[in-house]
C-alpha cells in the first residue's frame, strides 16, 4: 500500500526522560527489588515466556542473538583461559573488493552483525556464516575443516545467517547483492532453493542490501531489508521423492517500514538493518529513520491482514536490534548522526513500556559525543542489568529499573560487537590494532566487571559472538573466523 495509507502518526508527546552520563549509580543493596512490568501478551506465533530460552528442534545458536526473541546468546560452559583451537580459513583470508557509494575498496572478514550460527546435525557441530568474501561458509565447528564449499553471492555477506529451528536442512541469507536466499546444505554442494529480491515488494525507497537476520516460525520467513520493507513469506518447506529437502515459497505479506510522518521527520534515506523479533502475537522491528513499531500477527496465517498497534519515533538510526525483558519491557539503543532535538530529548538507549503506547518513555541515557557516535551494538539484558557497547568505545552497565550507570569501563572502538553473556561471562569483541576478544566476570552487577581472559585476532572484531559448549566461535575483519576454546580441548 502506498505510504499515504500508512496508520496516522502517533508520536507521543513530549516525555520526561533520565539522561545521565556522569556520576556512576550507588550499587544496589540487597534490600532492592526490581519495579515490576506489565508483562508481554501472550500469543499463538511465540510464547512470551520464552525470552531468554532457546528455540526450536535443532540444538544451537541459530539465528541472531538466538531466538524469535533475539534474547538468548548461547550454551556454556565459556572457557577459562581459551587458545586459537583453529581459524578458517587454514590459508589465506576470506577478502573480496565492494563499492560502497563511488568508492571500491576491500572488505576482509566479518563485520557487523556477523554472529555465526552454530548447531548440531548428524552428529556433527555445524559452523555457518556469511563473509565479506561474498560467500556463504559451511564448516566443521571442531575442526575448523570445510563440511562444503562456499556458496558464492555477488556482493557482501553483513547479516547473521539464520538456520532452519525445526530441523530442515535450509539456511536463510541475504547479501549486498539485493537477495535473500532460501539455501539448502543436504546436497553435495549448498544449492538456492529460491531468492527473494530487494525489488519484489516495490521499488526500494533507499538501497537493496539485507543486513537483518531473518526469523522463521511456523513454515513463515519473517525478513526485513534495507529496501525499508518488512516481508512474510510463507516457506511451504517438505522433501521430495529423493528425500531431499525442498521449498515453494509465496509471498504472505509485506509492508513499508515508514510513513508519511516519518519522512516529513527524517527524509528518505530510510531501511530496516536490524533483526525483527516476535513476542506473542506482535512483531517488532526499527528503522534507520528511528522508527520502533510493532504489527498484530494475530490473525496471518487466517488470512487476517497484520495492523499497527506501536510506533514510536526515536529520532535517529536504530540499526541495533530492539532488546526485550521478560517483564514487558523493551529496550532501544539508537545512533546519534543527525542531532535531532528529539535525540538530544530522549538520548540514545531507552526503555519503553509497550503497554503505554501513548506515552511508553520509562528512561532515556545519552551516550553520544560527536558525530556520528552512539550505539550500533545490540544491548545485553542481565539480571538487573542493561549492558551497552558505545561507537566511542564505552561499555557500561545499567540499572534497567531507573536507567543510570551503575558502572564502566573503556575498549579500543568502535564497539560494534554486540555484548553477549553466557554462564555469568560477558564476552564483546574490540577494534585495537590487533583486535580481539575479551572476557569480564558479570556475576557480581553492582562492580566493574573484573577482567577474565583476551585473545588477539589480528584486527578488528566487530562481528558479535557465539558461544557453544565450551568454544566461543567469532570472525575478525583480518579475514577469517576463529574457534576459541580451552586448551584441554582445543585439541
Same mark, same amino acid.
Given at each position: 500500500?502506498?505510504?499515504?495509507?500508512?496508520?496516522?502518526?502517533?508520536?507521543?508527546?513530549?516525555?520526561?526522560?533520565?539522561?545521565?552520563?556522569?556520576?556512576?549509580?550507588?550499587?544496589?543493596?540487597?534490600?532492592?527489588?526490581?519495579?515490576?512490568?506489565?508483562?508481554?501478551?501472550?500469543?499463538?506465533?511465540?510464547?512470551?515466556?520464552?525470552?531468554?530460552?532457546?528455540?526450536?528442534?535443532?540444538?544451537?545458536?541459530?539465528?541472531?542473538?538466538?531466538?524469535?526473541?533475539?534474547?538468548?546468546?548461547?550454551?556454556?560452559?565459556?572457557?577459562?583461559?581459551?587458545?586459537?583451537?583453529?581459524?578458517?580459513?587454514?590459508?589465506?583470508?576470506?577478502?573480496?573488493?565492494?563499492?560502497?557509494?563511488?568508492?571500491?575498496?576491500?572488505?576482509?572478514?566479518?563485520?557487523?552483525?556477523?554472529?555465526?550460527?552454530?548447531?548440531?546435525?548428524?552428529?556433527?557441530?555445524?559452523?555457518?556464516?556469511?563473509?565479506?568474501?561474498?560467500?556463504?561458509?559451511?564448516?566443521?565447528?571442531?575442526?575448523?575443516?570445510?563440511?562444503?564449499?562456499?556458496?558464492?553471492?555477488?556482493?557482501?555477506?553483513?547479516?547473521?545467517?539464520?538456520?532452519?529451528?525445526?530441523?530442515?536442512?535450509?539456511?536463510?541469507?541475504?547479501?549486498?547483492?539485493?537477495?535473500?536466499?532460501?539455501?539448502?546444505?543436504?546436497?553435495?554442494?549448498?544449492?538456492?532453493?529460491?531468492?527473494?529480491?530487494?525489488?519484489?515488494?516495490?521499488?526500494?525507497?533507499?538501497?537493496?542490501?539485507?543486513?537483518?537476520?531473518?526469523?522463521?516460525?511456523?513454515?513463515?520467513?519473517?525478513?526485513?531489508?534495507?529496501?525499508?520493507?518488512?516481508?512474510?513469506?510463507?516457506?511451504?518447506?517438505?522433501?521430495?521423492?529423493?528425500?531431499?529437502?525442498?521449498?515453494?515459497?509465496?509471498?504472505?505479506?509485506?509492508?513499508?517500514?515508514?510513513?508519511?510522518?516519518?519522512?516529513?521527520?527524517?527524509?528518505?534515506?530510510?531501511?530496516?538493518?536490524?533483526?525483527?523479533?516476535?513476542?506473542?502475537?506482535?512483531?517488532?522491528?526499527?528503522?534507520?529513520?528511528?522508527?520502533?513499531?510493532?504489527?498484530?500477527?494475530?490473525?496471518?496465517?487466517?488470512?487476517?491482514?497484520?495492523?499497527?498497534?506501536?510506533?514510536?519515533?526515536?529520532?535517529?538510526?536504530?540499526?541495533?536490534?530492539?532488546?526485550?525483558?521478560?517483564?514487558?519491557?523493551?529496550?532501544?539503543?539508537?545512533?546519534?548522526?543527525?542531532?535531532?532535538?528529539?535525540?538530544?530529548?530522549?538520548?540514545?538507549?531507552?526503555?519503553?513500556?509497550?503497554?503505554?503506547?501513548?506515552?511508553?518513555?520509562?528512561?532515556?541515557?545519552?551516550?553520544?559525543?560527536?558525530?556520528?557516535?552512539?550505539?550500533?551494538?545490540?544491548?545485553?539484558?542481565?539480571?538487573?542489568?542493561?549492558?551497552?557497547?558505545?561507537?566511542?568505545?564505552?561499555?557500561?552497565?545499567?540499572?534497567?529499573?531507573?536507567?543510570?550507570?551503575? =558502572? #564502566?569501563? !573503556?575498549?579500543?572502538?568502535?564497539?560494534?560487537? $554486540? +555484548? @553477549? %553473556?553466557?554462564?555469568?561471562?560477558?564476552?564483546? *569483541?574490540?577494534?585495537?590494532?590487533?583486535?580481539?576478544?575479551?572476557?569480564?566476570?558479570?556475576?557480581?552487577?553492582?562492580?566493574?566487571?573484573?577482567?577474565? =581472559? #583476551?585473545? !588477539?585476532?589480528?584486527?578488528?572484531?566487530?562481528? $558479535? +559472538? @557465539? %558461544?557453544?559448549?565450551?568454544?566461543?566461535?567469532? *570472525?575478525?575483519?583480518?579475514?577469517?573466523?576463529?574457534?576459541?576454546?580451552?586448551?584441554?580441548?582445543?585439541?
Amino acid at each position: 500500500m502506498p505510504p499515504s495509507t500508512m496508520p496516522p502518526s502517533t508520536m507521543p508527546p513530549s516525555a520526561t526522560v533520565s539522561s545521565t552520563t556522569g556520576a556512576l549509580a550507588p550499587a544496589p543493596t540487597a534490600s532492592e527489588e526490581s519495579v515490576p512490568g506489565p508483562g508481554w501478551p501472550g500469543g499463538s506465533w511465540v510464547d512470551p515466556e520464552s525470552i531468554g530460552e532457546p528455540w526450536g528442534s535443532v540444538p544451537g545458536v541459530l539465528t541472531f542473538r538466538g531466538s524469535p526473541t533475539r534474547s538468548w546468546h548461547g550454551s556454556g560452559p565459556v572457557p577459562t583461559d581459551p587458545v586459537v583451537a583453529w581459524r578458517y580459513p587454514r590459508d589465506g583470508k576470506m577478502c573480496s573488493l565492494s563499492t560502497v557509494g563511488d568508492v571500491e575498496k576491500e572488505w576482509c572478514g566479518l563485520g557487523w552483525t556477523g554472529q555465526p550460527a552454530v548447531f548440531e546435525r548428524d552428529g556433527r557441530t555445524w559452523v555457518v556464516f556469511g563473509a565479506y568474501d561474498r560467500a556463504v561458509h559451511f564448516v566443521d565447528g571442531i575442526s575448523g575443516a570445510p563440511m562444503l564449499a562456499p556458496l558464492p553471492t555477488g556482493d557482501l555477506v553483513k547479516g547473521s545467517v539464520t538456520v532452519d529451528p525445526d530441523g530442515y536442512p535450509l539456511a536463510y541469507v541475504g547479501s549486498r547483492d539485493d537477495l535473500l536466499r532460501v539455501v539448502a546444505f543436504d546436497r553435495p554442494e549448498p544449492t538456492v532453493l529460491w531468492s527473494l529480491h530487494a525489488e519484489d515488494s516495490g521499488q526500494p525507497l533507499w538501497n537493496s542490501d539485507w543486513d537483518a537476520s531473518p526469523l522463521v516460525l511456523d513454515d513463515h520467513l519473517f525478513a526485513a531489508g534495507e529496501n525499508s520493507r518488512m516481508h512474510v513469506v510463507r516457506l511451504r518447506r517438505g522433501y521430495d521423492a529423493d528425500g531431499l529437502v525442498v521449498v515453494d515459497p509465496e509471498m504472505a505479506w509485506f509492508t513499508h517500514g515508514w510513513d508519511d510522518q516519518l519522512i516529513a521527520d527524517v527524509g528518505w534515506n530510510l531501511s530496516i538493518e536490524g533483526s525483527p523479533l516476535v513476542i506473542g502475537d506482535a512483531l517488532w522491528f526499527a528503522n534507520s529513520g528511528g522508527l520502533v513499531q510493532a504489527w498484530d500477527i494475530g490473525g496471518l496465517t487466517d488470512g487476517v491482514r497484520p495492523h499497527r498497534t506501536f510506533r514510536f519515533w526515536m529520532g535517529d538510526d536504530v540499526d541495533a536490534t530492539l532488546v526485550p525483558d521478560a517483564d514487558g519491557f523493551l529496550y532501544v539503543a539508537a545512533e546519534y548522526e543527525r542531532e535531532t532535538e528529539r535525540s538530544h530529548e530522549l538520548g540514545q538507549l531507552v526503555k519503553l513500556d509497550p503497554s503505554r503506547p501513548d506515552d511508553p518513555v520509562v528512561w532515556g541515557l545519552d551516550v553520544r559525543s560527536e558525530v556520528p557516535s552512539g550505539i550500533w551494538a545490540t544491548p545485553a539484558v542481565y539480571r538487573d542489568l542493561v549492558v551497552v557497547a558505545s561507537d566511542d568505545g564505552e561499555v557500561l552497565g545499567v540499572d534497567r529499573d531507573d536507567g543510570t550507570v551503575r =558502572w #564502566r569501563f !573503556e575498549l579500543p572502538g568502535p564497539l560494534w560487537s $554486540s +555484548p @553477549t %553473556v553466557v554462564d555469568d561471562v560477558l564476552l564483546l *569483541g574490540d577494534c585495537a590494532w590487533a583486535g580481539g576478544m575479551s572476557a569480564w566476570d558479570v556475576s557480581d552487577t553492582s562492580v566493574v566487571p573484573p577482567s577474565l =581472559w #583476551r585473545v !588477539e585476532t589480528g584486527a578488528c572484531v566487530e562481528a $558479535s +559472538p @557465539t %558461544v557453544w559448549k565450551g568454544t566461543v566461535y567469532v *570472525g575478525s575483519r583480518d579475514g577469517r573466523m576463529y574457534a576459541l576454546r580451552d586448551p584441554y580441548r582445543a585439541g
